[in-house]
């Protein structure tokens, strides 16, 4: 059952980084929104791709696609809160990866929410799932 997955913490991480919520970034709730944080887990990953010298249209020879994401939620992030999004590898397999992601208000010293995404990698013009090339598995 989906409401009682657990998304394990992250023990070593491959990258870190932090974002502030920006006001966009509330909603109605005044606090930061779903689909905001799903655009910020998205920024941290481009960030974690760029640091290593790739894209998420080029990891050494073909780009990813998110295949599914699954969010705990523990607590509510506000405007101007500094956010410290921390990326670990989980299950890695021969065309795809997990990246688990963890984020921190450590101002607050409050974790804000847990997050995994299943990445396959993806020959666009082949338009088929592809290996994970061997350059980026040395990453992971």
Known sequence: MISNFKIPSI???IFSTTIEVRI???NYGNHLGHDSLVSLLHEARVRFFRKIGYTEL???GCGVMMKSLLINYMNQAFYS???SISLGVGEVSKVSFELVYQVMNHEKNKEIARAITLMVCYDAR???VVKIPQVFLSYL
Do not use: A
Request: hydrophobic share 20%; net charge negative.
């Open 11 to 13: 023990d070593t991480p």
């Open 58 to 60: 080029d990891i050494g």
């Open 81 to 83: 809160d500094q956010l």
């Open 24 to 26: 966009q970034n509330i």
């Open 126 to 128: 082949e338009n088929k």
